[in-house]
């Protein structure tokens, strides 16, 4: 089965593919942390994505492709994947069924998230991630341990990424207005949208996005 989380940076993708990781025994394949780690690694590739990335645009739609092209080509993946933060452009959905029906797959679904802007803005610019292994804080609402060390890996490195800064975010979201959101329209003509609240607590989302299930 593969699906789709849906939705703008910070409306929760990356915590409820947690769940639907555990849910459907599928990875999660996040774009975003493979570029993350491709520039951590000094690659030529994650250069290439720096300029991008730090002024909070989407990279090119040729370089996307042929990083999840790889990811998905991965024994792990032949059962299904849940994307997260990919597509972001209607190109990268079409390039994505195409890849999907070589195998006899297709997208099954896509859950999208729907969270107010302003909600956005303070859940982003607050939030603080590992760099080490991923993990997410927010400063209010999951504050990181006051020892300054994440509490899943004891690292010391739970920083603000520089994309969340709220120019930074405000950038992101009006790139995910202009190209993303046409991707729903793209997967709203296969019939397999469900269209959720992304508001509430971290329970509420997975309860709704449970029901979608069954
Ligand atoms: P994310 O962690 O998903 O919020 O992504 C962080 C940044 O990585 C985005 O602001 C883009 O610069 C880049 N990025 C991640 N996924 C994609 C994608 N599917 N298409 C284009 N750019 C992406």
Redesign the pocket.
Known sequence: MDLILFGP?GAG??TQAKFLVERFGLPQV????M??AERKSGSELGQR?DG??TK????P?EL?IELLARRIAAPDAAQGVIF??????VA?AAALDAMLAKAGRRVDRVVALDVPVEMIVDRITGRRTCQACGHIYHVRYNPPPATGRCASCGSDQVVQRD?DREDKVRQ?NA?YLSSTVPVLAHYEKQGVVSQLDGTGTVEEVTRRISAVFG
């Open positions: 940076a993708k990356g996040s774009t975003g942390d570029m993350r994505f991008y990335m909070g645009l989407l990279v739609d996307v997260d933060g990919f597509p972001r452009t990268q994309d992101r790139e």
